[in-house]
């Protein structure tokens, strides 16, 4: 891959595709870090690389032994020109037409000379490949440094990626605490708290990672929820990726954050087909695991260990003020195309279907107190219903520790609402409890192409639908625990990157900009009216 490089702004033509290298905010000063900031992008590198990967041919891997803060730093190695270096897709992490602060800290690895980094987006808009050259500064191996700066992408950008390069050197690259974020107005001081309108009905909670509880974010979280689910930072691939070097840093920040404010904690995940690293699943000789007993019981084994160093490490730091009331044991573990209605995977590849009750009798073990769940997705189609009903009849017949089901209801407008009253009767009929784990609303639906802008029409549609399923909800409330949005603001929803980009999606009740949508009085209104 060549590259066109000059500090002016100059357009050539390489291969049919126009180049076009501009220099962007140069080295300017950088707005401080306010606490009127929402983070869209934070990278520490204490878990892993962060969806940072190498530019050209040169290697990423996280490293501890050069943190800035906390864990970890990103190393960037094998860099053959200088401008190999590490990139972030911000793609559907940065929308156009808004300004931004970008900041990176950089240094060099240890004995390289000092040389010029530069932070560069590029995007693509129209056939044309643009190059936005951030910031530049001088960098040693002494010390780290920010390389910060302000940016606003242009309208009809296609994809952007974010990197950080050199300008003539090949030394060895450190990269930590990259922030990208952007103001917002003050959070609104006169909203009905979400908390207190549904205080008699049930816990209302909301997904977040570290990222959310700063500043009006953070401010959000505590005034409308009442519990937090970690969105990432419990899953196992985050607490140990690698067997035995178990990582908590993330999982502390939300615990932690949950303990001050007195927030309930909902726990995800401990056993999932997705995010168990795969050394779960690999023997000392390094082959996949099958379903000999041995093998069975080296993956049983490793469970119980995971399952209690979790508990051990929330028992050690909180006590009695543990704030993690529940578990999603079992996470997705439901096909209603298997004739006894569950997935294969790897855990069903070795375990077979018992890996449930030994799952949880597990979590029940290192969690006594915790009330135990079984999540999935798409319970409100009838064939997945029935099929999960089946297998928590199974389980409570076999008198396993559940307590309960937990529907993510990541649905869209087109989804019949009644069935997901439908979805909670049946499943109330076998006397287990229930929560609504991972609610969004997506403004795409499969059926409906192009449907995803937020246009008042389709807001207010989306309002009317939160307002239905609140309605069916608050009807329903003696069976439901705790009812959780899947993420604070839509400037932070995962459907913006799941299962292709929609970088205006807008699944939640708070916008990006953290001000309160229509779907959000459309669930104040639903409370209201029950009383
Ligand atoms: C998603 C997170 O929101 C993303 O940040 C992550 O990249 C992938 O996982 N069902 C679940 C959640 O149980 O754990 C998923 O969360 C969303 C679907």
Do not use: C
């Amino acid at each position: 891959m060549g590259r066109l490089r000059t500090a002016l702004t100059v357009a050539a033509v390489v291969g049919g595709v126009v180049l076009v290298d501009l220099v962007l905010a140069g080295d300017a000063p950088l707005p401080r870090d306010t606490d009127h900031q929402v983070l869209v992008v934070r990278s520490t590198f204490d878990h892993g690389t962060d969806g940072w990967q190498a530019l050209g041919p040169a290697d990423v891997r996280r490293t501890d032994n050069a943190a800035r803060a906390g864990e970890g730093s990103l190393l960037v190695v094998d860099r053959s020109e200088p401008w190999n270096g590490a990139q972030l897709d911000i793609t559907d992490l940065v929308v156009p037409d808004r300004t931004y602060r970008v900041s990176v800290w950089a240094r060099l690895a240890p004995d390289a000379e000092p040389a010029d980094l530069q932070l560069t987006v590029e995007r693509s808009a129209g056939g044309t490949q643009h190059f936005d050259h951030l910031v530049r500064r001088t960098v040693t191996s002494r010390e780290w440094v920010e390389l910060g700066a302000q940016y606003t992408m242009p309208a009809g950008t296609g994809q952007a990626r974010l990197y950080l390069e050199s300008l003539d050197s090949v030394a060895d690259l450190l990269l930590d605490e990259v922030r990208v974020s952007h103001e917002a107005p003050p959070i609104q001081e006169d909203l009905p708290a979400l908390r207190d309108v549904l205080a008699d009905r049930f816990d209302v909670g909301v997904a977040v990672g570290p990222q959310d509880l700063a500043g009006p974010s953070g401010l959000l979280v505590r005034r409308h929820f009442g519990a937090v689910t970690p969105e990432n930072a419990m899953k196992p691939a985050w607490i140990q990726p690698l067997e035995g070097e178990l990582s908590f840093e993330a999982s502390d920040q939300v615990t932690d954050f949950a303990v001050i404010h007195g927030l309930d904690v909902h726990g995800h995940t401990l056993v999932w087909h997705r995010s168990t690293p795969d050394w779960f699943f690999t023997g000392p000789d390094g082959q996949d695991l099958t379903s000999s007993p041995q093998d069975q019981e080296l993956l049983l084994s490793r469970l119980e260990t995971h399952t209690r160093a979790v508990a051990e490490h929330l028992r050690e730091r909180y006590g009695d003020d543990d704030p993690v009331r529940s578990w999603d044991v079992v996470n997705e573990a439901i096909d209603p195309t298997q004739p006894d209605g569950l997935r294969r995977s790897r855990w069903y590849d070795v375990l077979g279907p018992d890996y449930l009750a030994h799952a949880f009798r597990i979590a029940d073990e290192a969690f006594p107190e915790a009330a135990l769940f079984l999540n999935d997705y798409d319970t409100d189609y009838p064939g997945k219903r029935r099929a999960m009903a089946q297998v928590v009849q199974d389980l409570l017949d076999q008198g396993v520790p559940i307590d309960g089901v937990g529907h993510q209801l990541h649905v869209n407008l087109d989804r019949p609402v009644e069935r997901i009253g439908q979805t909670l009767d049946e499943l109330a009929s076998l006397g287990v409890r229930q929560a609504v784990t991972e609610l969004d609303v997506a403004l795409a639906a499969p059926g409906r192409p192009g449907s995803g802008l937020p246009t008042p029409e389709l807001l207010e549609e989306q309002a009317a639908y939160y307002g239905q399923v609140m309605d069916l909800l608050v009807a329903r409330s003696a069976d439901i625990d705790t009812v959780s949005v899947w993420g604070v603001h839509d400037g932070r929803s995962w459907l913006r990157t799941w299962r292709e980009s929609r970088r205006l999606e807008a699944p939640l009740l708070f916008d990006d900009e953290l001000q309160a949508k229509p779907a959000f009085w459309a669930v104040v209104e639903s409370a209201r009216e029950a009383r």
